[in-house]
């Protein structure tokens, strides 16, 4: 029996500078690592495929890190490497993260040749000074750059994403983001709350008084602002942080809120295959002298690289189902494929937790399914944090 279709994360963890806000798996200053990087990611990504070969991919998607700091060449050689190890559908999504300002015509043109269909811009804000406390690297005009070279480039599957909620960010300025985004008219737009993680500049900043805390009242007020605004503006809203064009919601982020199969591969990358959660290592040094030398035979979706596993039981398999499906704001749980996948209807195992937030209005119930409602979707962490 042939397994579901995959979608393959590629992590590539170098940046050029460290944003304030970002708690990924990035290093700055490593750039004599990307070589030998892109090299161990190959062979991660063979041994993954000799593990069980002939598995289907349905989408590939490069995010980082800045997954622009590789060129063209070292992009194809991942590329090929994934087409050999995996059977990758005709009409497969290849996604890429970049950096606005980093890539030319060229660059996306060379990038469009490799079979990359789909573009994410980091734009994140539009004011000048919002961009210099994320400690960004661009400009708005960088960004407008981008966009323009990548339509140039024939590419007509692009993603903006924004950040909303932090520090001296205000009503009018996030608006101006908005209508500076409405204007390139990108398919795909990602709105994330900022989160105070640990071991970030924005957040010992805050700790210490330097910045004021965020206001969550305030982000409410902008995320719903954001939801009319896109909403009058065309775009359908299919999942809480991401809104499209009909017919251009991202299919791996389709992957990861069905709870379907995601191999993750490169340093820290983190993935969801064979009935295994796992990570892999967080240091690209430790990344790379794993994959140096091994020839030991390793359990799909197990590489040498990979550091910590786990297998998920069915009862965790139907908590992570429920919690990451209610993120699918039109889609939600289809009952009817939740039946098909364990045997049992949503609305028996989780009828207390569903009649109470139904009860609320967070969340609608039919015969087909369990999907938040729109007032749901700004409580929606009520919801998320009894079922974790």
């Known amino acids: 029996m042939v397994d579901t279709p995959h979608s ?36 991660e990504i063979e041994i993954l495929g000799a593990s069980k070969p002939g598995q289907p991919a349905r989408t590939i998607y490069l995010g980082g890190g800045t997954p622009s700091v590789l060129t063209p060449h070292q992009i194809g050689c991942i590329l090929a490497a994934v ?29 469009k040749s490799l079979g990359v269909n789909r573009i994410s811009i980091g734009m994140q804000s539009a004011n000048g000074n919002e961009l210099e406390l994320f400690a960004r690297r661009h400009d708005n005009d960088a960004v ?24 001296h960010q205000t009503l009018d300025s996030w608006e101006n983001t908005l209508r500076q985004m409405l204007w390139l008219e990108p398919e795909h737009v990602s709105l994330y709350a900022l989160g105070l993680e640990d071991g970030t500049a924005m957040k ?13 009242d305030l982000s409410a007020d902008m995320y719903e602002l954001a939801s009319d605004v896109l909403e009058s503006a065309g775009y359908e809203q299919y999942e809480i942080s991401n809104w499209a064009r009909p017919g251009y919601a991202c299919r791996h982020n389709l992957q990861y809120w069905r709870n379907l199969p995601y191999p993750g591969l490169g340093p820290g990358a983190h993935g ?19 994959l140096e030398t091994t020839e030991a035979v390793f359990a799909f979706p197990l590489t040498p690289a990979t550091d910590q596993s786990v297998r998920v039981d069915r009862e965790a398999e139907i908590a992570d189902t429920l919690l ?18 364990f ?5 028996d195992l989780y009828q207390a937790l ?6 609320y209005g967070l969340l609608e119930v039919d015969e087909d399914r369990v999907r938040l409602t729109r007032k749901g979707r700004f409580l929606s962490n009520l919801i998320f944090r009894e079922l974790v």
Not at 354 to 359: A, N, Q, V
Request: charged share 20%; net charge neutral; hydrophobic share 40%.
């Open 354 to 359: 569903i009649e109470k937030y139904r009860s």
């Open 83 to 111: 087409e050999r190890a995996f059977v990758l559908a005709p009409d497969a999504e290849i996604s890429m993260e970049v950096n606005p300002g980093d890539p030319d015509l060229s660059y996306m043109m060379a990038l």
């Open 324 to 341: 990451m499906g209610l993120r699918l704001t039109q889609e939600g749980i289809s009952r009817a494929v939740f039946r098909e996948r």
């Open 343 to 347: 045997g049992a209807d949503v609305l």
């Open 204 to 216: 010992t900043w805050v700790t210490r008084g330097y910045l004021p805390p965020p206001d969550d």
């Open 8 to 43: 393959i994360y590629l992590h590539i963890p170098f940046c050029r500078i460290k944003c304030t806000y970002c708690a990924f798996n990035t290093y700055i200053g490593l750039d004599n690592l990307i070589e030998p990087f892109v090299a161990a990611l190959c062979r």
């Open 144 to 167: 407008v750059r981008s966009v323009v070279a990548a339509r140039q480039a024939g590419f007509d599957n692009l993603n903006l994403d924004l950040i909303y909620g932090f520090p």
């Open 272 to 290: 969801y295959a064979g009935g295994v959660r796992y990570s892999t290592i967080l240091s690209p040094h430790k990344y790379i002298q794993a």
